[in-house]
């Protein structure tokens, strides 16, 4: 007996069930009734011949035919979408709704005026920010759109080149600060060496954050500094740094720049910067849609040095 021909429309129903891992959460997604979702997914494992699916279980599996199938698919349905996108017309604007998830300490800093200013260039975008640091599901069930989060240069570097889902977006120079109040109350370091007699503000209360690299030039000088306040986010900490506290490392952006001239902050030992810190995206393809890509176009200015 002959097989049934393939739609392709219903290998990109699969690629949807299968990326949300659910028919109900991938049925509201595409607006359409969960019936017609399985009936058509049922047609294509028949047209296929193989199992593609376990519906047995409270939440969907896929067989290993399934996975094998996905794995090929997903990118031909992610290239075809592209390929639609880019033959609309050039007046029309990305639409509809963009899940991002962002930890709270780059949220709190990056997001506001930022955000403003993307909201009123691109009106039809509905934005959805997640600030859990949930691994991979939005409140849909399905992958978010972006995640953006820090990380270490060697781990981010890594993970960028094992995975082309994963891009590093920039490197953010930081630099060490303190109050004016600060300084004139304790004295201004002269060298690294000096930090180690004052207050710093560190990211957390242990030794692998007590101990700070600073370069200057083709000089490395690694100081164990300590200090009675320890945060990992960065606007409190310069908000407390302002307060006078203590000396505290901030990434040198354009989005942080409110920050550190709110607070009244001053760079001080310059010339000489802490371990930069990388920011890098995960997104769910390697595909970018145009939703997704004109935020990223949007976001990368942000974290620029500051002037």
């Known amino acids: 007996m002959e097989s049934s021909p393939i739609q392709l429309n219903d290998i990109a129903l699969f690629v949807e069930v299968a990326r949300r891992k659910s028919f109900s959460m991938a049925a509201r997604a595409l607006s359409m009734p969960t019936s017609t979702l399985s009936r058509r997914i049922g047609q294509l494992e ?19 035919a399934g996975a094998a199938y996905l794995r090929r698919c ?132 242990d030794r692998e954050h007590s101990v700070w690299t600073l370069r200057n030039g083709d000089r490395t000088e690694r100081v164990t500094v300590q200090g009675s306040i320890a945060g990992n986010n960065i606007s409190v900490i310069g908000t407390l740094s302002g307060l006078g506290l203590g000396i505290t490392r901030l990434p040198n952006c354009r989005a942080l720049a409110p920050i550190i001239g709110r607070n009244a902050l001053r760079q001080i030992l310059p010339g000489w910067s802490t371990e930069p810190l990388p920011v890098f ?18 976001l990368r200015p942000w974290l620029d040095p500051a002037d």
Not at 46 to 64: C, K, S, V, Y
């Open 74 to 205: 997903q990118g031909l349905v992610d290239e075809a979408r592209l390929a639609h996108e880019q033959l609309l017309t050039l007046s029309a604007r990305p639409q509809g709704r963009l899940s991002i998830s962002i930890p709270y300490s780059m949220a709190i800093w990056l997001l506001p005026e930022a955000l403003q200013a993307f909201t009123e260039r691109y009106p039809d975008l509905e934005c959805e920010f997640d600030l859990s640091l949930k691994p991979t599901e939005n409140s849909q069930g399905g992958p978010f759109d972006v995640a953006l989060r820090f990380g270490r240069e060697q781990v981010a570097a890594e993970l960028a080149a094992e995975d082309p889902s994963v891009q590093q977006i920039a490197t953010l120079d930081s630099y060490l600060y303190a109050s004016a109040d600060y300084l004139q109350a304790h004295g201004e370091p002269q060298q690294p060496a000096d930090l180690s007699a004052h207050e710093c503000l560190r990211t957390a209360i």
């Open 281 to 298: 995206a995960i997104f769910p393809s390697p595909v970018l849609p145009a939703k997704t890509r004109v935020f990223m176009e949007f």
């Open 46 to 64: 028949q047209a296929i011949g193989l199992r593609l699916i376990n519906r047995n279980t409270r939440r969907l599996e896929l067989t290993d």
